[in-house]
């Protein structure tokens, strides 16, 4: 499970390799051979990120590089990666096989989850229209009374593949972006809601457009992870019409309680899906149970492993479920 405490190990099915800090002899992989990150930890190089980018670019050849990843900028809490941005698409001439982006594989070492500054997203995907993948991790983003927060205006990127956001507080102009967008090839989307509490102000209607399906024709991988209303998700999938074409379904690192669990298995037939991806959840054992009786026999595959859940009691007594990703380090 990839939390806040992870680097991505692979890209487009290719090993990360970290381009090197300055003076280092590390002999250099096969530019297409690898996932390229670029950007070190602050203790690590006084190297701003825009240099180092200036020296793979100087070094490796870019033609051949197919998959990058963006790392630690300068102060990702309080400044926005707009120089990251510029800089990619200022080369992008030299980046023809370029096909996966990560923007912002920061760990909470390096900056807590929910303080990542972001920006306009968008400006990648129009500037590199052959991109397969795109991810990015996103935070509050607020400094100085300056928003900082993830942007993702309606688009069409008619080759993409795969989308990834991951937050502990997702915007929902973010959420209402990417339901607008038209994306015609997309197989896989993964957004991490995240909590009120970490800037999340999505709610369930923001994903109507998402969830009827209608501008994700080879949609076959949905996650709506992360979720302080997973039950209410929850509720709402399973009624929606993009189910019937989906091979795999994560609702994992929320806050799914039993209520959640009956809706899903009260609404559209799920013993089509591959999986049903449930991981970190807040269900007593007879729903556990209720859920392996009627999915098991199908084949679907099932992950329902609790991964010691998290909550706090409130002054009034009830108990406030936490979201996995995020908070639960602080």
């Known amino acids: 499970m990839r939390t806040q405490d992870d680097h991505l190990e692979e890209l487009y099915g290719l090993p990360v390799f970290t381009f090197p800090v300055p003076g280092a002899t590390a002999k250099l992989p096969e530019p297409g051979a690898v996932a390229w990150r670029i950007g070190h930890e602050r203790w690590t190089s006084g190297e701003p990120w825009k240099d180092t980018f200036g020296r793979f670019s ?10 990058l990843i963006v790392g630690i900028w300068d102060d990702p809490e309080d400044t926005d990666p707009s120089e990251v941005v510029e800089a990619l698409l200022a080369v992008r001439d030299r980046l023809p096989a370029l096909r996966s982006v ?66 502990s507080g997702l915007p929902a102009d973010a959420v209402r972006g ?75 690192l929320g806050t799914l309680g039993d209520d959640g669990a009956r809706a899903l298995l009260g609404g559209r037939p799920l013993t089509h899906l591959k999986k049903l991806d449930l991981q970190y959840n807040f269900l007593s054992e007879p729903a556990r149970e209720r859920v392996r009786r009627a999915l098991a026999p199908a084949g679907v595959e099932l992950d329902l492993d609790q991964d010691e859940a ?14 996995c990703v995020g908070p639960v380090s602080y």
């Open 58 to 67: 100087a070094e490796v050849d870019l033609m051949r590089v197919r998959a």
């Open 102 to 167: 990560f923007l912002g594989d920061i760990t909470d070492k390096e900056c807590k989850l929910s303080r990542i500054s972001q920006t306009d997203v968008t400006p990648l995907l129009a500037g590199f229209p052959a991109l397969e993948e795109f991810g990015v991790r996103a935070g509050e983003g607020s400094s100085g009374g300056e928003d900082l927060r993830l942007r993702f205006p309606a688009l069409r990127h008619d080759v993409l593949r795969r989308l990834v956001v991951e937050s």
């Open 178 to 252: 990417v339901g607008a967008s038209e994306l015609p090839a997309l197989e896989h989307l993964e957004l991490w809601l995240g909590d009120e509490e970490y800037g999340a102000d999505c709610e369930v209607a923001d994903l109507e457009p998402i969830l009827s399906g209608a501008r994700l024709p080879r949609l076959r991988h949905l996650a709506l992870r992360n979720s302080a209303i997973q039950d209410e998700v929850a509720a709402a999938v399973a009624t929606a019409p993009v189910v019937d074409r989906l091979d795999v379904l994560d609702l994992s």
């Open 310 to 323: 998290k909550g706090y009691e409130e002054g009034d007594g009830t108990v406030r479920r936490e979201i």
